[in-house]
């Protein structure tokens, strides 16, 4: 388990992963109620594969599809 801290030292985010054979994979992400309208969410998974750039991101059944969302918005922010 992974919390994250907001600038203010206050606990926003909690990431449940398990290393599995070069795989990152998400267990578990929950946001504070009041930012989870916010890119928080991405911002956490981007830390998270910084910090593990030598695995990839995946998702349980149901996390793919925040992982799919979290990909599909990193193409968005970068320029072709």
Excluded at 14 to 33: A, D, F, K, N, Q
Excluded at 54 to 67: E, N, R, V, Y
């Amino acid at each position: 388990l992974l919390l994250w801290r907001d600038s203010d030292g206050h606990f926003t985010a909690i990431v449940g992963v398990e290393h599995v054979y070069g795989v990152l994979l998400l267990r578990h992400i929950s946001i504070t109620p009041a930012l989870r309208d916010s890119d928080l969410m991405f911002n956490v998974l981007d830390a998270l594969q910084t910090y593990n750039s030598d695995k990839i991101l995946m998702g349980t059944i149901a996390g793919q599809k925040i992982i799919n969302a979290w990909r599909r918005h990193n193409e968005q922010r970068t320029p072709n």
